[in-house]
């Protein structure tokens, strides 16, 4: 999986795209560390348009950018997630503490 | 019971084999014509049952893992994953919600997605001989006109 990134104005993008299982998911929570890190941003978006596939791995992801983020006093969301990765967030509850943009129904 | 198709699949427990393996039942799974939504469902319960048997049973080595999928009467897609690794010493502690022994990278949420991703889960383990995780899901017929 790759992940891009845009920054604005204290908000940071982060393009997640490819699948993110637990192969992918140090590479990508160190790449978002990183990002996170330099960006001192306090607004951090998580952009799944690009994700084909995502399993457990990506909650504690999501997870471990929302903690960075608090630490700086920032906030962290989600959008445009598939379908499928949808249903992981839905099934693990993780929108009472990340929330999720709504605007789905893509495959 | 019918077994109409099957497919046996072994590989070793290298995390890089988790998207062959989901993308293999996938693929086998198609036959019976699934939707997007099964599709997803069965992918995601494969990916979490794999990636513990790699995480978990597994931990510091390399073993291996066998995966069966059949297709049996009235369209259910049956899958089984065994490994001959630590086992699970407290079945019912590993598959409450959030409960993880994998630290921060792990959400401890894989049992959970298994279960509500289909429509059985069976989990078979025995400290240091092994585990079988048998999940089984039926695929609908979809409707005409579609």
Known sequence: MNIASAYENGKLTLYLQGELDHHSARTAMRAIEQELEQSLARE????????????????????????????????????HPSRQALRVMETSGIERIVPIAQETGKE | MNVSNYIKLEFPSKSVNEGYARSAVAAFAAQLDPTMEELGDIRTAVSE????????????????????????????????????????????????????TGGEERSGMGFTIMESFTDKLRVRSAPGKGTTVTMARRIRVRNAGR
């Open chain 1, 44 to 79: 951090c978006v998580l952009d799944m348009s690009g994700l084909s596939f995502m399993d457990s791995s990506g909650i504690a992801l999501i997870l471990k950018a929302h903690k960075l983020t608090a630490a700086q006093g920032g906030k962290v969301w989600i959008e």
């Open chain 2, 49 to 100: 049952a794999v990636t513990n048997a790699i995480v978990h049973a597994y931990p510091d080595s390399i073993g291996t893992i066998w995966l069966k999928a059949r297709i049996l009467e009235g369209r259910v897609l049956e899958i089984t994953i065994r490994d001959k690794g630590q086992g699970i010493p407290d079945i019912k502690q590993a598959m409450q919600p959030l409960y993880t």
